[in-house]
Nanobody, 124 residues
Framework: EVQLVESGGGLAQAGGSLRLSCAAS????????IGWFRQVPGKEREGVSC????????YYADSVKGRFTISSNNAKKTVYLQMNSLKPEDTAVYYC?????????????????WGQGTQVTVSS
């Protein structure tokens, strides 16, 4: 069973940075994608970014393009989301998700495996 464990959320000031980590395990194939979506209470989930297992394909939502960077360390089966130039509107619970799907061909919101989520709060 695929398991995802996030870490790295917290509080940052506007303009600051945070890095989220997602440690993944349990894949039965080498062909998968890992991504992040975020959720604010009362609002729709937003797919933020994804990366293919080989690291050759990535996707970024327009709202984070140029500010967030997704990367992976395949040896550690860990994916990172470096978030720079944070804005108050980035405040949300961020979920690491994964599936045997192709990034970015399939919406991140359809990924079947979720982590527990980590809170990111950006103060103005």
């Amino acid at each position: 069973e695929v398991q995802l464990v996030e870490s790295g959320g917290g509080l940052a000031q506007a303009g600051g940075s945070l890095r989220l980590s997602c440690a993944a395990s349990g894949f039965t194939s080498d062909d998968y994608a890992i991504g992040w979506f975020r959720q604010v209470p009362g609002k729709e989930r937003e797919g933020v970014s994804c990366i293919s297992s080989r690291g050759d394909n990535t996707y970024y939502a327009d709202s984070v393009k140029g500010r967030f960077t997704i990367s992976s360390n395949n040896a550690k089966k860990t994916v990172y989301l470096q978030m720079n130039s944070l804005k108050p509107e980035d405040t949300a619970v961020y979920y690491c998700v994964a599936d045997y799907l192709k990034c970015p061909e399939v919406s991140i919101l359809w990924y079947a495996h979720w982590g527990q989520g980590t809170q990111v709060t950006v103060s103005s």
